[in-house]
């Protein structure tokens, strides 16, 4: 949606909502592709991070039983998002 402002005497701009122009669906399908795969992204790289970790720290496994939420549980959880957001990603660039 695309807004144009009407001034009134000596008030602020106000922005008025108007029709959709054609591109502007276009630029919105793009920024949504563009944060599902910065998201993606993001959340892959939080998913190794934790993977990585769990394997430096893995003698923590045995000692520490909330350690499991803290590296493999962080880890799964990111890993989840991640697939998520790359099958959104998928759907949006096939929906062009």
């Known amino acids: ?14 922005p008025i909502a108007t029709a959709a122009a054609p591109n502007d669906n276009a ?5 949504v592709r563009a944060y599902l795969a910065t998201t993606g992204f993001l959340f892959a ?18 000692t520490d039983p909330w350690f499991i939420f ?3 549980g962080i ?6 998002i991640c697939i998520w957001a790359w099958r959104l990603f998928r759907v949006q660039v096939g929906s062009r």
């Open 45 to 62: 790289l939080l998913a190794v991070a934790h993977l990585l970790r769990t394997i430096a720290e893995s003698s923590r496994l045995s």
């Open 1 to 14: 949606m695309s807004t144009t402002s009407v001034a009134s005497g000596s008030a602020a701009h106000l």
């Open 70 to 72: 803290e590296g493999p």
């Open 75 to 80: 880890g799964i959880i990111a890993a989840a």
């Open 27 to 31: 630029a919105k399908e793009h920024s």
